[in-house]
């Protein structure tokens, strides 16, 4: 058993700090928990911040000014030692929504004064009881989507309010058995070596089969969608994605842990990948771009059976010269 409780208790205390702060003392209160020197990473529009009170003057006091009597709802909570180099990283993941009532215009998309849920996943790195590195990732074009916003032309599969595990036993706020975690980050490594070569004789479904439950579920991004089985998988993403880039490029990861059924990864850029053939209804570019990518999984025996994915669409299709967000809020006045 590897203890990690005065992590993730620090996490829990973090977020409840900053749910019952009040506007003025958001500042202090990422300043107790963040070190001067954090490197927060996010997604488009955000750039990086440094330190906590960046972060709180940049991302929390105005998304907490937009949206009033947030509420954090976790699916997934666990805690890992980062599986890629140092061994002695520890990081705190948290998926879920932060759910408000949306009263004041936030990044330019207009207040619809109604709930609304902000999709997210969070890796935290600590260190003498610091958070250390972040990296905060979000689904923007599904809260757009509930404003009556519609930021994408094409979609596979289900843009739909994603549920968490189909067992709602994400929530790991009591460490878990070692060796449950080592079968998790086992089943991911496999999945990530079987699905490392485009080209080999297997069919996509074939190849799937290797790592995936048949009635496995992929929850994708807004733009993309959910997909559920892997035929449906299949025909909805992965065969589009793979027919639609060229010169893959893999650049690593920058944490990896598993605890539990649970385990996920995120990089930073994740790939790099030239669209030689259209995606997501927009025609080729024949340009190279970045992907920021979050993928969390949970395992059920030997195979994995769900998993959540995060992409930085805004900011990839920025890449080859189409500002999503500027031009769906100037479509819609």
């Not at 990283?89 to 948290?94: C, D, E, G, K, N």
Request: with cysteine; aromatic share 14%; glycine share 8%.
């Amino acid at each position: 058993m590897v203890n990690l409780q005065n992590e993730k208790q620090i996490i829990l205390r973090y977020y409840d700090a900053l749910a019952s702060a009040k506007l003025e003392e958001i500042p202090e209160v990422c300043a107790s928990y963040v070190s001067d020197t954090c490197l927060w990473q996010s997604y488009y529009p955000f750039e990086d911040q440094i330190g906590g009170k960046e972060l709180a003057y940049n991302f929390w006091v105005p998304f907490m000014k937009s949206f009033k009597r947030v509420q954090r709802r976790q699916d997934i909570f666990f805690a890992g030692k980062n599986e890629l180099g140092n061994e002695e990283s520890v990081w705190v993941v948290s998926m879920g929504h932060l759910m408000g009532l949306f009263d004041i215009d936030w990044l330019s998309i207009r207040a619809n004064r109604k709930m609304t849920f902000l999709k997210y996943v969070e890796f935290n790195e600590l260190k003498n009881n610091k958070i250390i590195q972040t990296a905060f990732y979000f689904d923007l074009p599904h809260l757009m989507t509930q404003v009556g916003l519609n930021p994408f032309p094409h979609s596979l599969g289900a843009n739909i309010l994603q549920p968490g595990p189909a067992m709602h036993d994400g929530l790991y706020f009591e460490d878990q058995d070692f060796n449950t975690g080592q079968k998790t980050s086992k089943a991911i490594s496999h999945m990530i070596d079987a699905l490392g070569n485009w080209d080999n004789q297997l069919s996509l479904e074939e190849e799937l089969s290797l790592s995936w439950h048949d009635n496995m579920i992929w929850w994708g991004p807004t733009g993309i969608g959910a997909s559920y089985t892997i035929e449906r998988y299949a025909k909805q993403h992965a065969g589009p994605f793979r027919s639609a880039f060229t010169n893959r490029k893999f650049n690593g990861h920058i944490c990896r842990v598993s605890e539990g059924n649970f385990g996920g990864f995120f990089g930073r850029p994740n790939l790099t990948l030239t669209l030689t053939n259209s995606f997501m209804g927009y025609p080729p570019t024949n340009l190279a771009a970045d992907l920021n990518v979050v993928d969390l999984y949970r395992r059920d025996g030997k195979k994995l059976a769900e998993n959540w994915i995060f992409i930085d669409l805004l900011g990839f299709w920025l890449q080859h010269g189409i500002d999503i967000l500027s031009d769906t809020l100037n479509r819609n006045g």
